[in-house]
């Protein structure tokens, strides 16, 4: 794996800007500013943070018959979603299913009238487009001259509307194309953090000028990849990969929600996405769910540290876990029984000591969206 | 007189007993640090026994004794403020040990190595 890592259009940027460079998902990324992960992470939550994403994919998907229900058609044999009722400048969270019901990954879609553009994780891309490519009736288009950032936090719609005017009339999961300098700029009104903000799609020739442009503004300073992971543990967000993978039921990652009740058992589109079977008998009794902990004292639980019950039952792994700096503690996520109620506590083990946690439910901060 | 390691500990001789911490190059490559845990009072060490743990917003990484000898006195202020580290390291001791060996910091790097391997 000696392959070169990828560089977004704002790399020299992030390098300026004095950035600490580190290989992700194939891609050259900052991880921290000087200003640190923690400053960073609380600069996010009180003010608003720049985040380059452009490692993210960008995909559209095109009826070939230039009706857009034919798209949402193919569109919802692989996503367990309501695409059709998705009315347009709206989005929506969805997974790929695979035929065990596992999560192939997960994404963003949006109704951009006469196709969808759907956001895609880094370590998936290829995989991703493979799989849309198997769809009759449908182009897929790989976007690639396009970056991807996001804006977010309680000062990101200031900030953004003195760019881009009207981007405060937009509401929480609003998809829509406005003009800045001369170039049409992709927005939604979304995000990673559990904050109110935006991601915006900009044309590779002007993305690094749209970055400096928000950088400029008072409210604003660049954000590397290590707030990205804290700002979205504490919003109870799951990462493809580490809180599910292939292996995983939606039922299993708590995302049963992202199912809407037109695609389970007795809606009018029941099923017809891989897996199915296995997705919607889970739904609501599945026996293993992500939840929310809180570890005792303030030892971070990370990543891959076994858990027990009180009787000393092995119970699970954490699948994510570090310092919020939001909360000022450590928190994490795991799969655990479903059967163990919030409150409850159960036990780590972390350098060959038990450490308590207590169970609870997801997030640990409140979102502010924009509804 | 500093000395330093190789593990990027500062050695201050106070009396028969060495002050132990982590320099700011240390620091500043940790990053935020979110928790310490220190040895016990009174524990024998061996040389490079790992006997603090340090947590931060990253990842968690390990000080080892840079001598044998018995830890004497442990900052328990830096269990309850342990970004203290990333405020003035130089200041923000973890612990001290009275080593076994009285020349035991003689082997270790003055300012100017210390410098020419971090720079």
């Given amino acids: 794996m000696a392959e070169t890592s990828r560089r977004t259009g704002l790399y020299d940027l992030h390098v300026e800007q004095g950035a600490r460079m580190v290989p992700f998902a194939g891609w050259d990324m900052p991880v921290q500013y000087p200003m640190g992960v923690m400053a960073e992470h609380l600069h996010t939550r009180q003010r608003a943070g720049l985040f380059d994403v452009s490692h993210m994919g960008q995909v559209l998907v095109t009826p070939d018959d230039g009706d857009l229900a034919t798209a949402a058609a193919a569109l919802e044999t692989l996503i367990p979603a309501d695409v059709a009722g998705l009315a347009q400048g709206r989005q929506r969270y969805g997974l790929f299913t695979n035929d065990a019901g596992g999560i192939l990954d997960d994404l963003m879609f949006a109704n951009r009238g006469d196709h969808y553009l759907l956001v895609v994780n880094a370590s998936c891309v290829d995989q991703d487009i493979a799989h849309l490519q198997t769809l009759a009736g449908v182009t897929v288009t790989p976007v690639t001259d396009r970056g991807l950032v996001a804006l977010q936090g309680p000062q990101a719609a200031t900030a953004l509307a003195r760019l881009v005017p009207g981007v405060d009339q937009m509401r929480f999961m609003d998809s829509t194309s406005l003009d800045w300098d001369g170039v049409a700029l992709w927005i939604s009104r979304s995000g990673y953090t559990g904050e109110d903000g935006f991601e915006i799609s900009v044309p590779e020739t002007r993305l690094a000028d749209f970055a400096r442009a928000l950088l400029a503004q008072p409210e604003v300073a660049p954000i590397g990849l290590g707030a990205r992971d804290s700002l979205r543990l504490e919003a109870g967000m799951p990462l493809y990969g580490h809180d599910m993978d292939g292996g995983v039921t939606p039922a299993q990652a708590a995302l049963g929600w992202s199912i809407p009740k037109v695609r389970r058992s007795g809606g009018a589109r029941a099923g017809g996405f891989p897996g199915a079977d296995v997705v919607l008998a889970e739904l609501g009794s599945s026996k293993v769910t992500r939840r929310g902990l809180r570890p005792e004292g303030r030892a971070p639980i990370r990543e891959g540290v076994a858990l027990f019950a009180d009787d000393g039952a092995p119970i699970g792994t954490v699948s994510s876990g570090g310092f919020g700096p939001s909360v000022g503690g450590p928190i994490a996520m795991a799969r655990i029984p479903a059967n163990i109620p919030d409150g409850a506590t159960i036990q780590a083990e972390l350098r060959g000591k038990r450490v308590p946690l207590t169970v609870c439910a997801l997030p640990f901060v409140t979102p502010s969206y924009k509804r | ?119």
Avoid at chain 2, 33 to 45: K, Y
Avoid at chain 2, 49 to 76: H, L, Q, R, Y
């Fill in chain 2, 1 to 119: 007189m500093l000395k330093y390691t190789e593990d990027h500990e500062w050695l201050r001789a106070e009396g028969d007993e060495i002050v132990v911490g982590i320099t700011k190059h240390a620091s500043e490559q940790l990053g935020d640090v979110v928790f310490i845990e220190l040895p016990e009072e009174g524990r024998e060490v061996s040389a490079g026994d790992e006997i603090v743990v340090i947590e931060s917003v990253k990842a968690a990484s390990d000080i080892t004794a840079p001598v044998a000898g018995t830890i004497t006195a442990v900052n328990e202020a830096l269990s309850d403020s342990p970004g203290d580290v990333n405020g003035d390291p130089m200041t923000a001791w973890f612990f001290r040990i009275k080593p076994t060996d009285a020349g035991a910091l003689d082997g270790f790097m003055d300012e100017a190595a210390y410098k020419a391997l971090v720079d």
